[in-house]
Structure formats: C-alpha cells, structure tokens
C-alpha cells in the first residue's frame, strides 16, 4: 500500500521486526517520516517532520549513551539547584521541608562556591531531615501511644526511632567533618554510616503498609482522626500530615547520593575528588539496597497472592524463588495429543500448571525444574510472528530458570554455590550487582550470580550466616560493596575507580591515549574493518572506550568501570582492560550489539596487511548480486523479506547449507535462500 497508494520506495519501508522487536526503531521513524512528506499527507493538512540524516542508528544510540550523557550532563544540568524530581508528589514535601535558608552568592560564582554550597545544603538539609524524624517521634508516635495499641504503633511508625538515633549521631559526625579544612574527612563519614543506614531496608519495604493502615484506622476511629489533626497542627501548623512525613525518610535516603555527586562534580582536587566517588559508590550501593529491599518484599505480596489463589497447593512457593511469568497455555503430553487449556506459574525453581476456575486455580502439576531441562520441539505455525514470539519469550524464562540453579562457576574455586535466601539485609564482601543470591554449601561464602567465578578459594565449613533455608528466595537486599580504606588489599584490589590504564595496556599497539570520538574516527576510518583503538575519555580521564571500524563505518563502544571491572556489557566483566581487549580479539561483539558482527581484528598501531581503498559512503564489499525469483517473507529476525525481482548484494557463501549472507535494502543477514538467479558483480 504504501509503495502502491503513496509513492514510497522499497527502500524507505521498515520490517515487521523493526518495529515489533525495536530491532531499528530509527526505520520506523524514517518511514512515518516519508509519509509525512507525501502528496496525500500534504493534502490532508498533516505536518511533515523531517528527516535528520546525521541521526545514529540503533545500535550507535545504545552503545553511546553514556557518553553523551558525560557530554552533555555539566553543561546542561545544574543538579545542585534542584535535586532531580522522580515522584512529583513525594518530592514535593520533601523540598518543601529541606528547603535551606538563602544565602547571598556573588554574581558569578566559582567552582569553589558551588563547592561551599554543595557542602552547606548537605548539612543544612541533614538537619532539618534530623529535626523532621524527632517532629515525628515527639509529636505524632508519643501521643498516639495513648489511643492506639502497640502493633498499630509498630506498623505505622516501623523503625522510625532506630532511624533517628542513627541520624542524630550521624549529624554529630558530619559537622565535624565539615568543620576540617576543605570538609577533607566527609567521605569517610559517608562509608562509615553506609552499614548503619541498612535500618532503611525494613523502613522503606513497610512504609507504604504503614500509610494503608494508618489511613484504616483513622477512617474507623474519629477521635484518632482528630488526634492526627491536633498532633499536625503543634508539628507544623497542619501544613504536613503524618502520612505526608512517613514518606520523608525514603525520599531522603535516595538523595544522598545524588548530593554527593554534584559535590565531586564541583572538587576540584584529585585526591579529594577521588575519595568523595568512594562516599558516592557507598551511597549509590546504599540506594539500590533500599530499592531492592522494597522490591522484594512487593515480590513476597505477589507470590502469597498466588499462593492463596491456588487450590491444592501444599507447598510454600516461596521456597521456589521469585515468579518470572504467569499466563494461559496449549499443553499436550504423551498419554494425550489434544492440546488442553491450562493456566502456568513458573517461578525460578518450578512450574506450575494450573486449571482456570473463575478467579482461583486447581493445581494440576507441580514441575520441579531442577530435574528437568528446556528443548524447542515446536513445530507450529512458525509464520505466525506472534506465537513464535511468545514461545521465544517462554523458553527464554526457562532457561533463565534453569540457568539460576544451575549457574556457571557454581563449583568454581572448590565452592558449592547454591542459591540463598539471606533474611537479614546485608552487603556482600563481593563484585558485582544485585541479581540472585548464592552462599557455598561449604564455606558458607557468599556471593552474587556473576561473581562466583571471582570468590577466592573454598576454605572449608565456615561461620554460618543469618539466613534462611538453602533453595529459598533470592535474597532480600544484596548489594554490592566496596572497601573501606585500609581493608585488606587481597580482598580490596581493583575496587577502586581506575585512575590510569595499567602500563602493560599503555605500551600495547591497540592504546591511544587520551582522545576523543573523532580523533578516533580520523585515525580510522581510511582502515581495514575490524581495526580499533582502546582510548581514554576525554571528559573523563578515568574511563575508557574502543573505536572500532565496521561496515564503512567507526562505530564507539563505553568501557564501564566499576568495582574496580571492566564491562561494555551487563553480562560479562574482566578484571582488566588488556583481559576484556583478548576476549573480543576472539569472540564477536555481536552479542552485546546486534550491528557489530565482528571481532577487534587489528591494532590501529599495526601496519596494514593489504593495501585498503576507502569504499564510496554506504556501500559494502560484496562477491556478487543475485535476483529473487519469488517472494519470500522472513519468519524470524535472522531472515530477510524478499519480493520477485529484489537484487541482493552477496556478501559470504559459507553460510550453512542453503543459506547466504546477503544485504537488501541496507539490511544484512545469513538467512538468504540461494535458489536465486545470480548475477554478476
């Protein structure tokens, strides 16, 4: 239709998979854009929207966020005037009663004063929050004591009181801190308190049952109501409710870091500079604690919904992990070939199958899947894009499931990992970040999912750790940690942010030194693909980044640090720059980024091996072309659609039997049929 009714080219329309997998949204657009742009849209009075050809792909966007958001974020955000709302109504009151006093700035200030006033709103906003926390004790918990019964206290005000008693010696600290030269102990303070302040995992997972059940009680009891309204006028003159201060203490334990990061952005000196990312890692680590902490116990909600809403179930689902999705299914077996309509529960250890009655289930299978394994055996109708769809997306939690049991490196290092269920909210003595927990049935160690190939060596029974029983949950709250200073640096190496590349990667052919994107880009782009550079940022001189040639194109990759690894991906980390380097020299960037289909073949420091013409802008070097003869409508993502008389550029013939790697329409693909009419080059 749109080549027939409205003029468009071939070339200018997206695939299925574009828009149904954002395989390249960017087409999408492209598309919508062409429309917009023709005579009958022009007709119709619809606005056109150009079309930005200097625009990234996909792939490009993705791999280079962090560094436009480096790039852009001191020039264009002033995060010290206005503490990032994320809920509008929370943070609302919260500012209302952080606000700090005004203070005359001079006309143009400098780094120093943006410095002083960083550090004069940490302490002055820590005060306040110190005075918010014992409004709430003496003028809210104090009275109500008298009207109402121990456990609505417990539930309403949860750990308020351990809270306050943290903060008040918490300020006592800071402002001696403060008072030092140039605040130079601050950041220990931080990294001091960072286990203290764990008192907020129980708040923050309870405070939204807090508000439900003192807004309960308050509907049931009038003379409570008007307590509330007494107690709201002496605090505060009724400006704030107790449910409005109950949601202050989540608001500000999520705040501290974003404080301490406009307070490194404006230090000035190294060393101090450096030790405010280690208060800043702390409370980064503090923040995702307490989110992680909420989330699980909302996970715990939803699994004992399912627990009371399955009949014939004695079992405590909760021994099997958290749920990874719920949905209606076809099941067939061997004794019956009839496809039958069930409703599934699969959590990280079982599979439930249920039959549908109204709103509640009868339990029909109980499918432990530590005994089981995941095939593809489907042989439905596999144009259908939307079954093929959502049986890839059940396969894929399977194997997810599967793979949580039986990690890799579970027997790394003589451990016997096993997954964990730690009931007390705790930071691991580890690398990485929060996924699932696994303790060594031997060591008791613990550790995260992807660190268990990093634990030191099992050294046998050790001291048992708070917790619950083995196959339980995944742990409520595990986080990752870094060292204090002075910890043992064989248990603290490479936890720091690394300064420097490391000399051995400096003399390396592959390092370029300090440079930006296009400085890469012109060393580059007269090169062979396959070509790259390992560089160092420019806007930080602490990270890094490779440049690469592919496809006609430099394409940049970040190189993300933290716990002292390197990462361009979530799935994998390398404890150095030279070790990440020789994994990619071997295994192909393609499955972090679906457009880099390649390896770092060659150092851009070494000499080249053939002689290279550059290619004209947008072309690819292909063997040939070939001529469809017939339609041909892709059924996966790996395939290309095809019309009779389409011209495919072939790019390699040693696909598997059958298959070509060929481009159409500026898509690339291994999944070209070769009965076709090949032409010449």
């Not at 009714?5 to 087409?27: P, T, Y």
């Not at 203290?196 to 807004?215: I, N, P, T």
């Not at 083995?470 to 064989?490: F, I, M, Q, Y």
Request: charged share 30%; proline share 4%; hydrophobic share 35%.
């Amino acid at each position: 239709t749109c080549c027939e009714k409205f003029g468009l080219k071939r070339s200018d329309l997206f695939e299925a998979f574009d828009l149904f997998d954002v395989q390249d949204f960017g087409k999408v657009i492209y598309t919508l854009s062409a429309l917009s742009w023709t005579e009958i849209a022009q007709n119709k009075g619809i606005m056109p929207f150009p079309i930005d050809e200097d625009s990234m792909g996909d792939e490009d966007i993705y791999s280079g966020l962090s560094d436009q958001i480096d790039d852009t974020v001191e020039e264009d955000e002033d995060l010290y005037d206005c503490v990032e709302n994320e809920e509008a109504e929370g943070d609302e009151i919260y500012e209302d009663l952080m606000r700090t006093d005004p203070v005359p700035t001079p006309h143009k200030m400098t780094e120093y004063d943006k410095r002083c006033c960083c550090l004069r709103e940490i302490q002055q906003t820590e005060e306040k929050y110190t005075d918010t926390l014992a409004s709430i004790q003496q003028h809210f918990m104090k009275p109500l004591q008298r009207f109402l019964k121990p456990q609505d206290i417990e539930i309403i005000f949860v750990n308020i009181e351990d809270l306050l008693r943290v903060h008040t010696h918490f300020l006592k600290e800071m402002k001696e801190a403060l008072s030092t030269p140039a605040a130079s102990t601050l950041y220990q303070v931080f990294i001091k308190y960072k286990e203290r302040f764990l008192v907020y995992g129980r708040y923050c997972s309870q405070v939204e049952s807090a508000s439900k059940h003192l807004d309960q009680v308050a509907t049931a009891r009038e003379d409570v109501q008007m307590k509330l309204e007494e107690c709201s006028q002496r605090a505060n003159n009724g400006r704030f409710t107790l449910r409005d201060l109950l949601m202050v203490p989540m608001q500000r334990v999520l705040k501290y870091h974003l404080l301490l990061q406009e307070l490194v952005k404006h230090t000035q000196d190294a060393m101090e500079k450096e030790n405010l990312r280690l208060a800043l890692d702390a409370m980064r680590d503090l923040a995702q604690c307490v989110n992680e902490v909420k989330r699980d116990n909302e996970t715990l909600r939803q699994i004992t919904n399912f627990q009371l809403s399955i009949e014939n179930l004695d079992q405590s689902l909760a021994h099997y992990g958290r749920p990874k999705m719920d949905g209606e299914l076809k099941i067939t077996s061997v004794e019956r070939r009839s496809k039958m309509d069930r409703y599934a529960f699969l959590l990280d250890k079982a599979l439930l199958i249920c039959k549908r009655r109204g709103d509640s289930y009868d339990l029909k299978d109980f499918v432990n899947l530590h005994s089981f394994q995941v095939r593809d055996d489907s042989s439905g109708d596999r144009d259908n894009k939307k079954y093929m769809s959502s049986i890839y997306h059940t396969c894929m939690c399977m194997c997810a499931c599967i793979s949580n049991i039986y990690p890799e490196n579970a027997t790394a290092n003589g451990h016997d990992f096993q997954m964990f269920s730690f009931e007390e909210t705790t930071f691991l003595q580890g690398l990485g970040t929060f996924y699932q927990g696994y303790r060594c049935h031997r060591c008791r160690a613990p550790a995260h999912k992807e660190c268990l190939g990093r634990v030191p060596p099992c050294d046998g029974p050790g001291d048992t750790l708070a917790g619950g029983a083995v196959w339980g949950r995944r742990p409520a709250g595990l986080c990752c940690s870094r060292p204090e200073p002075g910890t043992d640096a064989g248990h603290s190496a490479g936890f720091r942010r690394p300064p420097v590349p490391p000399l051995t990667l400096v003399s390396l052919c592959r390092y370029a030194g300090p440079m930006e994107r296009a400085g890469a880009e012109n060393i580059l782009t007269n090169r062979s693909d396959g070509t790259f550079l390992v560089r160092q940022r420019v806007k930080d001189s602490a990270e890094f980044a490779i440049s690469i040639k592919c496809s006609v194109e430099v394409k940049h990759i970040k190189i993300m640090t933290a716990e002292g690894l390197y990462r361009i991906t979530e799935k994998k980390a390398f404890r150095g720059l030279t070790e990440l380097v020789e994994f990619y020299q071997k295994n192909s960037l393609k499955d972090c980024f679906k457009s880099l289909d390649t390896t770092l073949q060659f150092p851009f420091k070494e000499p080249e091996r053939r002689a290279i013409s550059k290619p004209p802008a947008g072309s690819t070097k292909y063997f040939g072309t070939a001529k469809a003869r017939y339609d041909f409508c892709a059924r996966d993502r790996s395939e290309l659609s095809l019309k009779e008389g389409d011209i495919v550029k072939i790019l390699n013939k040693k696909g598997q039997q059958g298959w070509w790697r060929g481009e159409i329409y500026g898509r690339v693909s291994w999944r070209i049929l070769v009965d076709a009419n090949e032409a010449e080059p």
